[in-house]
């Protein structure tokens, strides 16, 4: 069965520091990845997504950025955190090909920029 | 892009019906997805619809009108547990767009 993992779980981190949040999926093989953000009370709102290795699409213009430096692993970083980085960050994968493919998301990192 | 609309909150009683709507307005289609999330967990998978009627799953039916750019989602015999955030999703070739959610609170 496939299983998906993100790490960390919980992280507070001060004003322009760095960020590294790591997810893994195992079972699957060329799954297409995703990153998530929900703020407080809001929607989640798509941040990136990945086809395959090394290729990524940006959603939303910010000072994030992710990777795909295997075949199920997927990177979210920033250099300089921000105030309004603050919120919950989910990775989700979901199959390559065909319709009624779900998302399967992690367990979810909540990150305090503070 | 993708625009989609639900209620922000509804509240009902144990035991009774909810049904939460959804419209929405896509450049493309790939089917309509609910997903289920209670608060500080990750969304867990609901139902899938692509093609237009209902699709049932237990306590829990989904509706898909395409032409009319809506969905709902109806909870039956409501239960505390089922007091959680409700969130509406498109699907777009390879993304899934969500909206807001709508919370629901089931009270005794």
């Known amino acids: 069965s496939q299983t998906i993992h993100q790490w960390p779980a919980t992280l507070v981190q001060p004003v322009g520091s760095p960020l590294s949040l790591e997810c893994t999926v195992e079972g699957t093989s060329n799954p297409n990845l995703y990153w998530y953000r929900q703020a407080a009370g809001r929607g989640l709102q798509l941040l990136f997504y990945?086809?395959?290795?090394?290729?990524i699409s940006s959603e939303v213009p910010q000072n994030l950025s992710a990777s795909r430096p295997q075949d199920r692993q997927f990177i979210l970083s920033s250099k300089k955190l921000l105030l309004s980085d603050s919120g919950f960050y989910l990775c989700?994968?979901?199959?390559?090909?065909?319709?009624?493919?779900?998302?399967?998301f992690g367990e979810g990192s909540r990150l305090t920029v503070l | 892009g993708q625009n989609i609309d639900q209620p922000t909150e509804m509240t009902a009683t144990e035991g009774a019906i909810v049904q939460i709507n959804c419209t929405y307005q896509?450049?493309?289609?790939?089917?309509l997805f609910w997903y289920q999330q209670h608060a500080g967990e990750a969304p867990t998978f609901l139902s899938y619809n692509v093609l237009d009627g209902l699709e049932e799953k237990g306590r829990f039916s989904s509706f898909l009108s395409r032409s009319k750019g809506y969905s709902y989602l109806l909870l039956k015999e409501l239960q505390m547990k089922d007091s959680a955030s409700y969130l509406c999703?498109?699907?777009?070739?390879?993304?899934?767009?969500f909206g807001a959610g709508t919370t629901v609170t089931v009270r005794a």
């Open positions: 990945s086809v395959g290795i090394g290729q």
């Open positions: 999703a498109v699907a777009n070739d390879y993304k899934l767009s």
């Open positions: 896509t450049s493309g289609f790939n089917g």
């Open positions: 989700a994968w979901r199959l390559a090909g065909g319709s009624g493919r779900e998302l399967f």
